[in-house]
Nanobody
């Protein structure tokens, strides 16, 4: 099965930046839609960003547009989330996910594999 391992989370001051990485193992990574979701305490898991298999199509939740950038390097089986201008509202556990069927990746139920998450905490 596909395994996903996130890294790069941590504590950062408001206005700062972090880059999350998600390393994948398993077959046909290059054809997967990849996504990032996040979940804050007491809230539902929400969509953050998604990227198509070739990087041609990218989608973002409205609150992160212009601040976050999703990218991928298929040769390294890795997807990234560059997060700039962070605010305390971005504090959450961030999860990497893979959709093996190449959908648009805008909803959690489309995804087949999930990482265990990495904590991002933004102080004010």
């Amino acid at each position: 099965q596909v395994q996903l391992v996130e890294s790069g989370g941590g504590l950062v001051q408001a206005g700062g930046s972090l880059r999350l990485s998600c390393a994948a193992s398993g077959p046909t990574f290059s054809r997967y839609t990849m996504g990032w979701f996040r979940q804050a305490p007491g809230k539902e898991r929400e969509f953050v960003a998604a990227i198509s298999w070739n990087g041609a199509r990218r989608y973002y939740e409205n609150s992160v547009k212009g601040r976050f950038t999703i990218s991928r390097d298929n040769a390294k089986n890795t997807v990234y989330l560059q997060m700039n201008a962070l605010t305390p509202e971005d504090t959450a556990v961030y999860y990497c996910a893979a959709d093996q069927y190449g959908g648009t990746g805008l909803t959690a139920r489309e995804y087949d594999y999930w990482g265990q998450g990495t904590q991002v905490t933004v102080s004010s």
